[in-house]
Nanobody
Framework: QVQLVESGGGLVQAGGSLRLSCAAS????????MGWYRQAPGKQRELVAI???????NYADFVKGRFTISRDNNKNTVYLQMNSLKPEDTAVYYC????????????????WGQGTQVTVSS
């Protein structure tokens, strides 16, 4: 019904920057919120940042001042600009979307992307 496709991950040196993108497609009526989570090896998945359809944002403390989340509603796309990257930011980053889907009724579902690897070398 709905697909979330991430792009923009890669290898970067500490102090560098990356920009992640996540595009949603499918039977979308509206998107209530989109966000980014990450999971490092041996650790649980954790919230990085989230943005609502009213452009309210929330960030994990460990990225405040370094990462910026934004969205383009016309493209159903969310971005994560990551600056001043640290080795501890190394993880698989997952896009998450709370999407209202067009079926016989309107109902919200939560979808996940496949993940994109971000590796920060020291």
């Amino acid at each position: 019904q709905v697909q979330l496709v991430e792009s923009g991950g890669g290898l970067v040196q500490a102090g560098g920057s990356l920009r992640l993108s996540c595009a949603a497609s499918g039977s979308i009526f509206s998107i209530n919120a989109m966000g980014w989570y990450r999971q490092a090896p041996g650790k649980q998945r954790e919230l990085v940042a989230i943005i609502t359809n009213g452009d309210k944002t929330n960030y994990a403390d460990f990225v405040k001042g370094r990462f910026t989340i934004s969205r383009d509603n016309n493209k159903n796309t969310v971005y994560l600009q990551m600056n001043s990257l640290k080795p501890e930011d190394t993880a698989v980053y997952y896009c998450n979307g709370r999407v209202v889907v067009v079926t016989t009724t309107l109902r919200e579902y939560t979808y996940w992307g496949q993940g994109t690897q971000v590796t920060v070398s020291s």
